[in-house]
């Protein structure tokens, strides 16, 4: 079993939709949870970071972490076309080794 | 301030032949992460360093793969011989020490071996 398991999509939404996406994770000692996003060709850029289950708010972003189910959210509210992007989700245990899901890529249409 | 410094930003070799990338992390972040990410896979850790010591090299082939911190700063993965499925995006990532820092990537170096 992966540590950390993720849909890879690809997700394809209309401008202006509600984009939800998800992870799942087996080890319960994580207790650092974020998201990045990654164009084509570039680096990961960190996008949300939290440490702690509820809710984050940043902009049209909402990172959620429900520690009970080992479940991870990311809400991406009024998607652009500029969105469009392989988003992976990422945890950190306590000897600061990060596992990363494969990615969900995601195509917002204008 | 300056993000992860990585180059080359491609590499293309054949087989059996030796490369290397170099990364210049962020200003004082004492740990540096080495990923190994194949098209349409999350990345996935070679080498993790805490100043120049080595934390977790678990998942690096150690038959042809090297990594070294000299003084702590710069770093440089080294392949020798490369294989075929070593085709992938080299990711160097920093991160300072803080219990709730995280870490930040360079753009990566995309290596095709043919």
């Known amino acids: 079993q992966k540590e950390v398991e993720q849909d890879p999509g690809p997700l394809s939404v209309p401008e202006g939709a509600i984009v939800s996406l998800n992870c799942t994770y087996s080890n319960s000692a994580f207790q650092y949870f974020m998201w990045y996003r990654q164009y084509s060709r570039k680096g990961p850029e960190l996008l949300m970071y939290t440490y702690s289950s509820g809710n984050k708010e940043d902009g049209r972003f909402t990172a959620q972490v429900d520690k009970s189910s080992k479940y991870i959210s990311l809400f991406i509210r009024d998607s652009q076309p500029s969105d469009s992007a392989t988003y992976l989700c990422?945890?950190?245990?306590?000897?600061?080794?990060?596992?990363f899901g494969s990615g969900t890529k995601l195509n917002v249409k204008p | 301030e300056a993000g992860v410094a990585q180059s080359p930003r491609y590499k293309i070799i054949e087989k059996r032949q030796s490369v290397a990338f170099w990364c210049n992390p962020i200003?004082?972040?004492?740990?540096l992460y080495w990923y190994q990410q194949i098209l349409g896979q999350g990345p996935k850790l070679l080498i993790q360093f805490q100043n120049n010591g080595v934390v977790d090299d678990s998942q690096l082939p150690k038959d042809r793969f090297s990594a070294e911190r000299l003084k702590g700063v710069d770093s440089t993965l080294k392949i020798q011989p490369a294989k075929l499925e070593d085709s992938a995006v080299y990711l160097c990532?920093?991160?300072?020490?803080?219990?709730?820092?995280?870490?930040?990537f360079g753009p990566g170096t995309r290596l095709t071996v043919l």
């Open positions: 990422a945890l950190r245990d306590n000897f600061n080794k990060f596992y």
């Open positions: 200003s004082g972040h004492a740990t």
């Open positions: 990532a920093s991160r300072r020490t803080g219990s709730t820092d995280t870490q930040y």
